[in-house]
């Protein structure tokens, strides 16, 4: 049991979760505990990627080797600080609100991941009683962590994907141009846009998140190099795992029956296609990067009862997923699409990159879309990338990038000094 665990700290030394008494008690915050509930997980081990779940062992001081000798010795177990700041958590579930979703932020250069938000959520001092026999959905998926377990369509988030093997395949793709009626016939059917661009070049394409253009793209790719990109980029081949023990569900994209209207589709991030936020976030720091992925993590350190850190995180690199060639032409191409589509007001002095999605999940008409945006901050001393996702909502432009605009709004507070 938590009955003898040590405390969960932020980075910040702020304690979300220690033992008085043999009792577990938690942030006298309530936004804390609501931003938090899933990071650190709750008592009976219902949310499994909970670090009260799954560093239960270093919290309780329990090892393989030794047993509980350390238990008996020191009377309780490990202290565990994570890499997350409440206060950039706290801003994230507040901008989130009643909507369900997860807004995951990370440094690009080391992997630490400072904020991780997954709604619905509840105050682990306060559990609503019918949550297992609640029938309005109120609590659908309350115990999963949307930003490691969660599988989204992308959308036009996946344009980054189209784009980059796009840039990697079609010699002369910067000067081409493609003409947007509002729909484009590809095969047997149409791709439909959200409108009517007239002429685009790649990078105008890039910036109206044009489906015309980009089905066209897609097609002349055709499935196989799509693919290849995607899974170069962990779509169907890696789970991320985070501090080594929270495995996180695994991207697909599959084209090998797809017709040229799928492919299209594909192309733009509908289909089949599914993205993990975590990879998501993992792929566009990489961007960030020139081009190298690091692994992300969320345990910084563990102490022991004597004050001694027996393990503490390191950063590490998951080799390179673009040519830093490629990765500059789309940091370019991002960094465009917030100064002449977006608006840098939204993201003041933080030369903000980015890319939006609406994705469409249903084929009924009343359904509401998801919006997802991901993006970072080219800036040296704000090194951090962003995932937004809001299930069930308006577009990405109305709900998905005000909420990351309060968010690197506080990330620029708590780390630009």
Request: glycine content about 8%; overall charge negative.
């Amino acid at each position: 049991s938590l009955a003898t665990a040590g405390d969960v700290k932020d980075i910040n030394g702020i304690i979300l979760a220690s033992t008085q008494n043999g009792a577990r008690i938690y942030n006298p915050s309530k936004n804390i505990r609501l931003s938090t509930l899933h990071t650190v997980g709750d008592n009976a081990g219902f949310i499994a990627s909970g670090i009260q779940t799954s560093f239960k062992d270093e919290l309780t001081g329990y090892t393989l080797v030794d047993g509980v000798y350390n238990l008996k010795r020191y009377g309780k177990g490990n202290d565990v600080t994570l890499t997350i700041n409440s206060k950039v958590c706290s801003t994230a579930y507040k901008a989130l609100g009643e909507r369900r979703g997860t807004v995951a932020v990370m440094n690009y250069k080391t992997g630490e991941l400072i904020c991780i938000v997954s709604t619905p959520t509840y105050d682990i001092l306060n559990k609503p009683e019918n949550i297992l026999t609640d029938t309005s959905g109120k609590y659908d998926g309350i115990y999963m962590n949307r930003f490691f377990a969660g599988l989204y369509t992308p959308g036009s988030t996946f344009k980054v994907i189209t784009a980059a093997c796009a840039i990697e395949n079609i010699p002369d793709i910067y000067t081409r141009t493609f003409e947007c009626e509002g729909k484009v016939q590809i095969g047997e059917g149409y791709v439909i846009c959200s409108d009517t661009h007239g002429e685009v070049d790649f990078e105008k394409a890039m910036n109206k998140s044009c489906n015309c253009a980009f089905a066209v793209i897609a097609n002349e790719l055709g499935s196989e190099k799509l693919t290849v990109t995607a899974e170069r980029l962990g779509f169907n081949t890696k789970n991320i795992t985070v501090s080594n023990k929270i495995k996180c569900a695994k991207s697909k994209l599959k084209l090998t029956e797809a017709s040229a209207l799928d492919i299209g589709w594909a192309g733009i991030g509908q289909y089949t296609t599914l993205i993990n936020p975590c990879q998501m976030l993992t792929m566009i720091s990489a961007v960030a990067n020139k081009g190298v992925a690091v692994s992300p993590y969320l345990v910084s350190e563990i102490m022991n009862p004597e004050g001694e850190v027996t393990f503490y995180e390191k950063t590490k690199t998951l080799g390179e997923l673009f040519d830093p060639s490629v990765a500059q032409s789309l940091d370019n191409l991002l960094r465009s699409n917030v100064k002449n589509q977006y608006g840098d007001f939204y993201f003041p002095s933080m030369d903000m990159c980015g890319k939006t999605g609406t994705a469409e999940i249903s084929d009924d008409e009343d359904a509401k879309p998801n919006a997802l945006f991901v993006g970072y901050s080219q800036n040296e001393d704000m090194p951090f990338a962003i995932v937004v996702v809001v299930e069930n909502t308006t577009s990405a432009i109305k709900s998905a990038v005000p909420i990351a605009s309060s968010v690197m709004k506080e990330v620029k507070n708590q780390y630009v000094k």
